[in-house]
């Protein structure tokens, strides 16, 4: 099988090994993190549209909503307090992504995880029992430190033990993961909603201590990484390791690849730094770029607020959840897809197949609701193959992004950093995504508001731009092994102002990124 990242051995070599139960076991049981990233994701849209939870903690909001019913449609959610209730988790990931950094570092992805699991653990326990705002806030504070410790720890952990061969289908397990996650939390949502009594809402929000237990007990069963074994120093256990995951005895070449690389990392002493040279403009720009285009799509939009943006537009309560768990299924099977595709039509097509797929998709959408809403927000009686027209669009858009900015926004910065920026432009790649996804979070539901059907088009317009950014400035990178990447940059139009020869050795290459797999910085 081929690698899903198209990442291939560089200069010819090729590591001994094989896929063992071990490993896949390890990487299963790790991609996990990406689960509950997904359940965080998915469960407050479905949250914030049920009734009592409304009633209990966000009483003005639900009179407004009531009040509302036969009025300005676009307005009954705009609040405040219910958008920090959401938001607030990627603030305080995006902190504590910075914080694991020097954790996994020093400490090793395993405590890292164990954090992650436990933090939201705490996190999902105070939210399940909570009794005033200050408890959802705080235990989605605590849920969002648990996201940026699994985030920053899980796909290094992935990526150091997964064979090269199969490094990029594992990335995109991590994806698919995620979507997993969004998708059990809606169907969970549409079934607590229906609990008699209106306490429904406690078991989706405290649902999320079975993913927390998962990772948490996960954590603790896992083997640490012969990278992150090597770089605190447990050079000759880490050899032990490293064949017992590839199965193999004959692990030499990798391992020292793996000590040097290790190595090399330590001589950086000021990555950040680094990442500021003109030779890196090309891999900064992509770390900046690709998660906030990412996060532009408006994708999270329809994940956080599915079932309110449906409810928005005509449906009742029940149907909305319903059309969330839809779209849910929609985003997991195309993620599929692209597993599939992304090594045989490779990351451009991708992208820009599924730019047109959503931009179509968003103008239809903008202009069933402007015809049906106007600017007044008022839809009068809605038809139901009116409804329906809008959720099939809806979902053709939800499919588009699956296949292309959703896991390639993390799998292609993820393959074209090199060794020695590697991990400092990873972090930045993370900031970014949680900026911006807390960004879309905390202001959909004023524009919404404000914008009106309008704000399908702004999304829109910024699908034009990452399409055409794409179309002229990132070049394929499908079945390139990370160490020949240079040679992408040298031979692009515009990029190859930047490398200039005497930044890479004869050969083109830097000596110490040569190994393979064992030229990743951690
Ligand atoms: C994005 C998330 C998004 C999810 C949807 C991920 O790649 O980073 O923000 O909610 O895809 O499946």
Not at 210 to 235: F, W, Y
Request: net charge positive; proline share 4%; glycine share 10%.
């Amino acid at each position: 099988m081929p690698a899903a990242g198209g990442i291939g051995p560089g200069n010819g070599k090729e590591y001994p090994g094989n896929l063992t139960p071990f490993v896949t076991v390890s990487c299963i049981v790790a991609a996990m993190g990406g689960l509950i990233f997904g359940y965080d994701i998915g469960i407050s849209g479905g949250v914030t549209t049920m009734t009592p939870f409304l009633q209990k903690f966000f009483r003005r909001v639900w009179e407004k909503k009531e009040a509302a019913k036969s009025t300005n449609q676009y307005c009954q959610y705009d609040s405040q307090t219910l958008t920090m209730f959401t938001s607030s988790l990627y603030l305080a990931a995006l902190l504590a992504s910075l914080a694991a950094s020097t954790v996994t570092r020093k400490l090793g992805r395993r405590l890292s995880m164990l954090f992650g699991g436990l933090l939201f653990l705490a996190g999902a326990l105070i939210n399940g029992f909570a009794k005033a705002v200050w408890m959802l806030i705080f235990g989605r504070m605590l849920l969002g430190f648990g996201v940026g410790f699994a985030n920053q720890s899980v796909p290094l952990y992935l990526s150091e033990m997964a064979p090269y061969k199969y490094r990029g289908a594992l990335n995109i397990g991590f994806q698919l993961s995620i979507t997993i996650g969004i998708l059990v939390a809606n169907v969970l949502n549409y079934s607590f909603a229906k609990i008699k009594g209106g306490w429904g809402w406690r078991l989706s929000l405290g649902g999320a201590m079975v993913p927390a237990l998962i990772i948490t007990i996960g954590s603790l069963l896992l083997p640490d990484t012969p990278n992150s074994m090597i770089e605190r120093g447990q050079t000759e256990e880490a050899r032990a390791k490293l064949k017992r995951i590839r199965g193999v005895d004959d692990v030499d070449e990798e391992f020292m690849d793996l000590v040097a690389a290790s190595d090399a990392s330590k001589l950086v002493e000021h990555p950040w730094r680094n990442l500021l040279q003109r030779k890196y403009r090309p891999h900064l720009t992509m770390a900046i770029l690709i998660p906030c285009f990412q996060q532009l799509t408006g994708i999270n939009v329809i994940m956080f607020y599915a079932p309110v943006l449906f409810s928005t537009i005509g449906f009742g309560d029940d149907a909305s959840l319903m059309s969330a768990v839809i779209t849910g299924t929609v985003n997991v099977a195309a993620t599929l897809v692209s597993i599939y595709g992304v090594d045989q039509w490779g990351r451009r097509f991708l992208f820009l197949e599924g730019g047109v797929q959503m931009l179509i998709c968003q103008a239809v959408v903008a202009t069933c609701i402007g015809a049906k809403f106007g600017t007044s927000g008022n839809p009068g009686d809605l038809p139901k193959w009116y409804a329906i027209v809008v959720v099939l669009f809806i979902c053709v858009y939800v499919a588009g992004f699956a296949w292309s900015w959703g896991p390639l926004g993390w799998l292609v910065p993820s393959e074209i950093f090199p060794l020695e920026i590697r991990s400092a432009a990873q972090s930045i790649n993370v900031s970014v995504n949680m900026i911006f996804t807390f960004l879309v979070a905390q202001v959909f539901l004023i524009m919404l508001c404000h914008m009106k059907f309008g704000l399908f088009l702004f999304f829109a317009f910024f699908v034009v731009i990452m399409s055409t950014f794409v179309y002229y400035f990132l070049p394929e990178t499908k079945g390139i092994p990370i160490e020949e990447m240079n040679q992408v940059w040298k031979s692009h139009w515009y990029w190859s102002r930047f490398m200039e020869d005497i930044d890479y050795p004869i050969n083109g290459d830097l000596e110490l990124s040569k190994g393979g797999q064992g030229a990743k910085n951690v």
